[in-house]
């Protein structure tokens, strides 16, 4: 959890909260997404993980497990930061969000030095050529086809087994297998699902000889130094135009394809900044 770590670090070495005067206004938990709101206007998303509440069926259980339901919009700035260091994974989830709403004020900056470079398929700036071996860790389907086009073999981890049938994959490599296979891989595409789950370290430090770690989805929209610190190299997120109509949508069971692309854009940033204008 370093990762997130050092952004909270880098939050609170910039007074965000203080010069801002931040606090949160809205916090939903969606049954896609959960997102969180700041009293800036901002707002960041973050993956609601509802399959790893196996538990979830069971109410005194799943009461047990609610991070303070009601309560959320009482809290403080630093305690729902340090939500996403939770095992918890709703506290993780809301934790994330929020490091994403924040990061988004960040970006905002006028020295920041980290700018979008390109609107939209995070594929469209990354590098496959035709003998790479790529692995994917969460299967997206509307990169799946594109790649088997255009590299040499393609390795999907994926958990959830309707999502694995939905892709079409008969046989998707097993969790287990990922010390052996990533190692090998070119290229490497991450869904931001592992800043939730806590997964995303240990995956990096088996990519050592990846050329592109890509990370990718509304929950990777994290202010990306600490990210291109640990070896990503690209990061494909979004950017919220209009926080209440995505608060509203999650909340009503939307996913990513009822908000792109009229209620957030697809941003894209690359690990080497881009200079700041003159202008």
């Known amino acids: 959890m370093k990762i997130l770590q ?3 670090h880098i939050i609170e070495n910039n007074r965000l909260i203080e010069r801002f005067r931040l606090r949160p ?3 939903r938990l969606g049954v896609f997404y959960t997102c969180v709101k700041l009293s800036s ?8 993980p509802i399959h790893d509440l196996p538990e979830a069926i069971c109410c005194p259980k799943a009461h047990a497990r609610m991070p303070q339901a009601g309560e959320l919009l009482k809290l403080y700035m630093k ?6 260091l939770e095992e918890n994974p709703l506290r993780a989830a809301i934790g994330v969000a929020t490091l994403n709403a924040l990061s ?3 970006l905002d900056e006028k020295d920041c030095p980290y700018k ?8 469209d ?30 390795h999907v981890f994926e958990k959830n087994p309707w999502l694995a049938k939905e892709v079409g994959m008969e046989e998707l490599q097993p969790e287990n297998l990922a010390r052996d296979i990533l190692p090998h891989c070119d290229v490497l595409i991450i869904t931001g699902v592992t800043l939730v789950n806590h997964t995303l370290e240990p995956i990096l430090k088996w990519s050592g000889r990846a050329r592109e770690i890509v990370l990718v989805g509304p929950t990777a929209s994290l202010y990306p130094e600490p990210l291109f610190q640990k070896g990503v190299t690209t990061v494909g997120g979004i950017r919220i135009n209009n ?3 995505v608060m509203e949508i999650i909340s009503q069971g939307g996913s990513g394809y009822d908000l792109f692309e009229r209620y957030a854009d697809r941003i894209v940033l690359k690990r080497i900044p881009s200079p700041i204008s003159a202008a």
């Open 243 to 245: 926080a209440d109509r």
């Open 116 to 123: 979008v470079a390109g609107l939209g398929d995070v594929l």
């Open 41 to 48: 206007g901002h707002a960041g998303l973050a993956y609601t």
């Open 104 to 106: 988004a004020i960040l």
């Open 125 to 154: 700036m990354v590098e496959i050529r035709k003998e790479d071996t790529v692995g994917m860790i969460g299967a997206f389907p509307p990169f799946i086809k594109r790649l088997k086009e255009t590299c040499g073999k393609l």
């Open 25 to 27: 206004v809205d916090i």
């Open 6 to 8: 050092n952004l909270i």
């Open 79 to 84: 305690t729902l930061m340090d939500y996403a």
